[in-house]
């Protein structure tokens, strides 16, 4: 079981365009909702999170809205640049009272930013 | 802080083979993570610790996979033995529970397995 959709797969847009990419989660227990972007050869690393008590995060040009009663979010990109080629992966994670919990993972966008 | 190592980056096994997986997390992190990378099925969590201790390894995908975490600095995935299908990227991440909320998600380089 899938718990979090991500969409597209693949994604081209132009430089200067705003990708966006999608999630939907399946658990209202998560409580933290982050992006990650990953470069080929290196491991992820985190670009922006949200939590379910706002509904807009931004970050430079990142931008996570957040649809709790949707239980949707996505990550928009403005002023795209051809640096931000990568796959994004979007992501949930609940804290349960004794700690850390593991994250589910969307199985990612692959992005590509032409000049 | 140098960040999550984890090592070797690329290994390559013959099949039936045991392979270790090796992984430090940032120092002062008490959470710890091993993921499995495919194309097919993307990023998956196949164990975690907390404070050393294993707390859930569901994701663990047969008894052939083993992880341990013997102290704060150090803990290891073990495949044994290992078959073509564990070929795959593996990552270890850490982070630091507070006691109400963890901080981010640091991720290692990554093991690239290739079980021939």
């Given at each position: 079981q899938q718990q979090v959709k991500q969409s597209p797969q693949s994604l081209i847009v132009q430089k200067g365009g705003i990708p966006i990419i999608n999630c939907a989660y399946e658990n209202?227990?998560?409580d933290y909702f982050p992006w990650y972007q990953q470069f080929p050869g290196k491991g992820p690393a985190l670009l922006i999170a949200i939590r379910p008590d706002v509904s807009e995060k931004k970050e430079g040009r990142f931008t996570i809205s957040f649809n709790k009663s949707a239980k949707q979010f996505s990550l928009h990109i403005m002023d795209?640049?051809?640096?931000?080629s990568a796959t994004y992966f979007c992501a949930a994670r609940l804290t349960s009272g004794g700690g850390a919990d593991g994250l589910t993972f969307g199985k990612g966008t692959h992005l590509i930013i032409q000049p | 802080d140098a960040g999550v190592i984890q090592s070797p980056r690329h290994e390559v096994t013959e099949m039936g083979q045991e392979v270790t997986l090796r992984c430090k997390p940032i120092s002062g992190h008490n959470s710890l993570f091993w993921y499995r990378q495919t194309m097919m099925r993307g990023l998956e969590l196949l164990i975690y610790f907390n404070n050393n201790v294993?707390?859930?390894?569901?994701?663990?995908?047969?008894?052939r996979f083993s992880a341990k975490m013997p102290n704060a600095s150090f803990s290891t995935l073990k495949i044994?033995?290992?078959?073509?299908?564990?070929?795959a990227v593996y990552f270890c991440a850490s982070t630091l529970f507070t006691g109400t909320r963890n901080t981010e998600a640091f991720f290692g380089q990554g093991t690239r397995l290739t079980v021939v």
């Open positions: 209202t227990a998560f795209s640049q051809p640096g931000d | 294993p707390i859930d390894d569901s994701g663990m995908p047969e008894d044994q033995p290992s078959e073509p299908r564990d070929s």
